[in-house]
């Protein structure tokens, strides 16, 4: 029988009640991983770890809290023993969330801390304890799940941006860190652009000119289509296996092209 490309391995995925989240416990699970779908919509979560079966459980936690993150590592260490991976995947942009405008001159300071808590604290705390828990194993990967938006200036979005970079350059410190210390544990961070996931919802709507905004997307991207979940979940399948046992602190940038050059695609004048 041919050996699946995570078995045996037990995997966390913070946020994973819907999008990109949901697809890569799906396809973990599918690689033969044991995986923990987390979240804090726990009707989404407990759907998500119903129908992917057998290999999945769910678990509310809020990457915010740190007793959360307590509560989830002792309930594994419980029920497996062990930690193989994490992917820190659970993010908000301030938009959905309500949170005002999100502008440098604009956004509030009550909002700039809410969406810090949870892309940039929530990744610092799962990383520290992924650490704690994993130090011991003879071989172990954390995916930090960043954006095209840590890598360049979204004028429209300054907390989210920021906080994106800050799990950017987190996640090239772990990297270090864990070289230094002799833990054989890999960290790399991964940066989608324009993936079609409910994130993106508020922007299309359900109307008649959903379609029309989805083309205006794509025509700026020089692949000329938006992503998909599994374009990420697929690259995190490649990050969470062996096969990627000599990468550390990384930046994996999944969008289809934009950020190698100029978004236009050459014309027949060109």
Not at 65 to 81: M, P, R, T
């Amino acid at each position: 029988m041919l050996k699946k490309r995570l078995d045996g391995k037990i995997a966390l995925i913070t946020g994973s009640a819907q999008g990109i989240g949901e697809e890569i416990a799906t396809i973990f699970a599918r690689e033969g991983a044991i995986v923990i779908v987390s979240d804090i919509n726990d009707e989404l979560g407990g759907c998500v770890a119903t129908k992917i079966g057998a290999s999945a459980i769910y678990l509310h936690l809020d990457v915010r809290q740190e007793k959360d993150w307590l509560n989830a590592i002792a309930l594994i260490l419980e029920k497996f023993s062990k930690l193989d991976i994490l992917v820190n995947n659970a993010g908000v942009t301030g938009f959905q969330e309500g949170f005002g405008p999100q502008d440098p001159e604009n956004a509030s300071l009550e909002s700039w801390r809410e969406v810090h808590a949870v892309n940039s604290d929530g990744v610092f705390l799962g990383c520290k304890h992924a650490i704690q828990t994993m130090k011991n194993n003879p071989g172990s990967s954390i995916i930090n799940i960043s954006s095209r938006s840590g890598l360049v200036g979204i004028p429209g979005a300054a907390a989210y941006a920021s906080s994106k970079a800050a799990i950017r350059n987190h996640t090239k410190s772990v990297a270090l860190y864990c070289c230094t210390q002799g833990y054989k544990i890999r960290c790399n961070s991964i940066h989608p652009a324009a993936i079609l996931t409910p994130m993106w919802e508020p922007m299309l709507g359900n109307g008649p000119d959903r379609s029309f905004r989805i083309a205006q997307i794509a025509k700026d991207i020089p692949m000329q289509t938006m992503g998909m979940p599994d374009d990420v979940a697929n690259a995190a399948l490649f990050l969470a296996s062996d096969e990627s046992k000599y990468i550390t602190g990384i930046e994996l940038t999944i969008d289809g092209g934009l950020l190698a050059g100029a978004g236009a695609p050459p014309t027949k004048n060109d």
